[in-house]
């Protein structure tokens, strides 16, 4: 599986940007995908997930300002994003992966395919 991120750019505080990650194959029926993003200096972190029964969820610190969504024709997910602020700038990146059923019969989220990230830059 092949994934690959679009969209990234620099954009004022305030303003949108739309980010797109493409992946060349879903890894079975039942997958998830996430946007994590890695500011300087900082650890990289999760700010939205979306699974394949079209459930979401979102980093408190982006909550309502951020909207993950799905295009089945293309095979692509989209990151919306709004009233952005300077602490969102970053690399952002995409990873799709299977969820699978654990010990306990629960469905988990496996990450396993990245792509190489792009570039997110929020400044006056």
């Known amino acids: 599986v092949q994934v690959a991120e679009s969209g990234g750019g620099s954009v004022q505080p305030g303003g949108s940007l739309i980010l797109a990650c493409v992946a060349s194959?879903?890894?079975?029926?039942?997958?998830?995908m996430g946007w994590f993003r890695q500011g300087p200096g900082q650890e990289r972190e999760e700010v939205a997930r979306?699974?394949?029964?079209?459930?979401?969820t979102y980093a408190a610190s982006v909550k309502d300002r951020l909207t993950v969504s799905k295009d089945n024709a293309k095979n692509t997910f989209y990151l919306q994003m709004n009233s952005l602020k300077t602490e969102d700038t970053g690399m952002y990146y995409c990873?799709?992966?299977?969820?699978?059923?654990?010990?306990?019969?629960?469905?988990?989220?496996?990450?396993?395919?990245w792509g190489q990230g792009t570039q997110v830059n929020v400044t006056s």
């Open positions: 990873a799709v992966g299977p969820r699978v059923r654990d010990p306990h019969n629960n469905l988990r989220c496996t990450l396993s395919f």
């Open positions: 194959e879903f890894p079975g029926s039942r997958f998830c």
């Open positions: 979306y699974n394949s029964d079209g459930t979401t």
